[in-house]
């Protein structure tokens, strides 16, 4: 059972869990604007490509919104990889 986090603690991760949704719905935002763009330039030209970028793009938006909303927020897997390395260069800097 984790301890209860202290309020400096609980803005660290508000921020962040905030930074990772921005994250998100800059990429969505940035996803729908070019795809519209590439959707002109194939309605203006002979077939209908722009689908593939739609579909390939599409699903790394669908993974990055998986990750960020539906994944368990106290996994913690960046964490322990984080600490992981802390303790590894913590290990090559002693003496």
Do not use: C
């Amino acid at each position: 059972m984790n301890p209860a986090l202290t309020p400096d603690e609980i803005d660290r991760l508000a921020r962040k869990r905030a930074g990772k949704k921005m994250g998100w719905y800059i990429h969505a935002f940035v996803y729908i604007v070019v795809n519209i763009g590439l959707a002109l330039l194939s309605s203006l030209g002979s077939g209908h490509w722009a689908i593939f970028p739609a579909l390939g793009w599409g699903l790394g938006l669908l993974i990055h919104g998986l990750v960020v909303f539906v994944a368990p927020p106290g996994s913690g897997f960046r964490e322990r990889l984080v600490q992981q390395e802390r303790e590894t260069l913590q290990r090559q800097n002693r003496p």
